[in-house]
Every structure is written in structure tokens, then in C-alpha cells.
């Protein structure tokens, strides 16, 4: 089958899922593609048999990057074309259908606007007027168009998907994110170690304001044995540096900026935490269970569907300071119930959020919209 995986951004769960099922499918033989906007993403490909091609568009509007993708897709002669970002599957599902494709559109989250449609999630921003009607009528259109399917990674987005969307009850599917093997690799020795007698949290993302780190920097303030390495770039840094200097806790928090490959972060951790008002499920969060670290999570979206409170990490709910610093304070001073809890981490992850898995669930899915 000849497969193409639509992204138009550069960086974040997303873009590393497309990468992952790309080269998942080109190892079990099939005509695999991918479309992104970059050669920085393109390049992750190399050497896997994935065929890469380049074609970007920065926004909705741009019309000249939606005539590059419509060409290169009308070149590939796709059987299906798996569109991964909001994006991609706004604009994409026209232009495949231009190409007389079928899609598959994972919805891997939702806009800021509209994160309390999503069962556990909190508000982020107030909508503006009309958002919420136009946006939702553009998905119902598009759910509601012939041989396509909506893919997500959790109930949570699957309910929004029916109750939110109106998106027809049989063309939604919840497949799942997976990690691939290499995650699950024997972590090596420890590179760097913090200092002495403190535990090491790894936070991992875009810094922006869903993402509430500032509260992940006022516990850490309260748990002195503990040490935050943000990693992750974005338009929240300086009110994330400011944070930390009116807390004092310049010596414990880093900012480690954007990295291609957080996997040694991840592998060097204690904790992963996780402190946003909305979620869906997060790659980092699958990553770091399957290098056995245990999280300490927010209680919203599709995050208790992967993470059992007590057995493979903490939830806490978003906001409350008090449940942030319990939490991390409990796992900072019992270092067996973390090894305990990273170890379940990475079976809870190993059992149920594998990439082979993923891949083996969504190929009947590109088979029934293919016909």
C-alpha cells in the first residue's frame, strides 16, 4: 500500500508520530512517504526506505505551500494520505481530495480555544467570537466527507470527536499513540548525575502558557531536594525565567532550550513531570515511561488513560500547588517507590502504547477508507 504521512509543522508530538509510522510502515514493506516542511524533519528519515518529500505551508491562507503539497501529492499517487496535524487535516483533506485520495486525519489535540470540549480538560483561553462555531462546522464538514476517517490517540478526543464534532459515530477510530523499540533500548549509564542527595525532574514541550510550567517551577521552589530541566523552546520563556527568578531557584531549574533528540534527558531523569490544563496523549509522556521513568501528571484529557494514579505515577490536578508539591515531594524522598513506578511505567507502555501496535491498528483503517 502506498502511504503518505502529511505534516506541516517542524516540531512536537505530532511531527515525532508521523516520523515513527512512516518509518514503521517502509520496514514492513509498504510504499511509505512522507510530506513535511523541512529538511530538519525530512532528515529523520534518511536510511529507513521512507520516501521523503518537501513541501511547506506556514498558515490556512498560504495559498503557494497548499498548490506545492496538492502537486506533490498528485505526483505520489497516494492510496491513502495520513494527514497528522490540525493543519494538515483542515487543508489536506481538500487537497487529497483534489488528488482523489483518501485520508486519515489523526486528531492529536485541539485548538487552545476549545480545550474544555474535551472531557478532564481545562480552559486555556477565552474563545474568540465565533471560533467555536466556525471551527466546529469545519470538522463536521470535513469528518462527513467520502472515504476519509478520524483517528485518536484517546477516548477522551474520541468523545469530542462524536459529542463536539458531530463527526460521523463509525469513521471515528481510537488508535492509540505508540513509541518505537528504540525507546525501550537498555538505558545506558547515566551521564550526568544531579548534585548531591537531590532527585532530577525532566519536563518536556512547548513553552506555552497551556503548558502551566510556572507552576512546575513554584513546587519545585517548595521541594528543595529537587532539581527541573525544562526542555523545550517557545513564546512562555521569559515568563518562565522570570518565575524562576523570583523564586530563587536559579540552582535547580534549567532551561535546556529546544533539543532534537531529548531521549539522554529523558534517560538521565528521576521524574517526568507534566503540569498542562490540557492534554491529549503526549508523546513525551510515552517516552519517558518507556525509559522507565516514572510521571507526575495533571489529571486532564486522554493523560489517565496511560498513566494508573498510584501504579505507574502521580495525577494531580492542574493548578493546585499543594497536590504538585505533595506529589513530588513523596516520590522525592522514597527513591524504591520510584523505581517501582518506573518499572510499571514502562510495561503500562510496553503493553499497550508500542508503535508496531499502533501501525498494525491503523492499517485496516487506511484498507476500509482505500476500499
Not at 486525519?105 to 471560533?131: C, E, F, I, K
Not at 502558557?209 to 530541566?229: G, I, M
Not at 517557545?234 to 535547580?252: F, K
Request: charged residues 20%.
Amino acid at each position: 500500500m502506498r502511504v503518505v504521512q502529511l505534516i506541516t509543522q517542524e516540531r512536537g508530538g505530532p511531527v515525532d508520530h508521523a516520523v515513527d509510522v512512516a518509518v514503521e510502515l517502509a520496514r514492513r514493506g509498504h510504499d511509505s512517504h512522507l510530506v513535511a516542511p523541512s529538511d530538519a524533519v525530512l532528515d529523520r528519515v534518511a536510511g529507513t526506505g521512507v520516501r521523503a518529500h518537501r513541501a511547506a505551508m506556514s498558515g490556512k491562507r498560504d495559498l503557494r505551500g497548499a498548490r506545492a503539497i496538492a502537486r506533490t501529492l498528485r505526483g505520489i499517487g497516494p492510496d491513502v494520505v495520513h494527514l497528522q496535524d490540525r493543519r494538515a487535516g483542515l487543508v489536506g483533506r481538500l487537497l487529497a481530495g483534489r488528488a482523489a485520495a483518501p485520508t486519515v486525519y489523526t486528531l492529536h489535540g485541539v485548538p487552545d480555544s476549545l480545550a474544555p470540549l474535551v472531557p478532564g480538560n481545562l480552559a486555556v483561553t477565552a474563545p474568540r467570537r465565533g471560533d467555536r462555531a466556525a471551527y466546529l462546522w469545519a470538522e463536521r464538514v470535513l469528518a462527513s466527507r467520502p472515504r476519509t476517517a478520524l483517528v485518536t490517540p484517546c477516548a477522551a478526543l474520541a468523545h469530542y470527536a462524536r459529542a463536539q464534532v458531530g463527526a460521523p459515530a463509525a469513521r471515528v477510530h481510537v488508535v492509540p499513540n505508540g513509541v518505537a523499540a528504540s525507546w525501550f533500548d537498555p538505558a545506558p549509564v547515566r551521564r550526568t548525575t544531579p548534585a548531591a542527595g537531590r532527585t532530577r525532574a525532566v519536563w518536556v514541550g512547548l513553552l506555552q502558557p497551556v503548558k502551566r510550567v510556572e507552576d512546575l517551577v513554584r513546587a519545585t521552589a517548595r521541594v528543595p531536594d529537587l532539581e527541573l530541566v525544562l526542555v523545550g523552546d517557545g513564546p512562555e520563556r521569559a515568563r518562565v525565567e522570570a518565575a524562576v527568578a523570583a523564586t530563587g531557584t536559579g540552582d535547580r531549574v534549567r532551561l535546556a532550550g529546544y533539543l532534537a533528540d531529548p531521549a539522554p534527558v529523558l534517560r538521565d531523569a528521576d521524574l517526568f513531570v507534566l503540569s498542562s490544563a490540557a492534554e491529549a496523549s503526549p508523546m513525551a509522556l510515552l517516552q519517558a515511561m518507556a525509559c522507565g521513568v516514572p510521571p507526575v501528571a495533571t489529571r486532564v484529557g486522554g493523560v489517565p488513560e496511560v498513566v494508573r494514579d498510584g501504579t505507574d505515577g502521580l495525577l494531580v490536578r492542574p493548578g493546585d500547588d499543594e497536590q504538585w508539591v505533595a506529589a513530588l515531594g513523596a516520590l522525592v524522598a522514597d527513591a524504591p517507590r520510584r523505581r517501582a513506578m518506573g518499572a510499571a511505567a514502562r510495561a503500562r507502555v510496553a503493553d499497550h502504547h508500542r508503535l508496531d501496535h499502533t501501525v498494525a491498528a491503523l492499517l485496516p483503517i487506511y484498507e476500509g477508507v482505500a476500499g
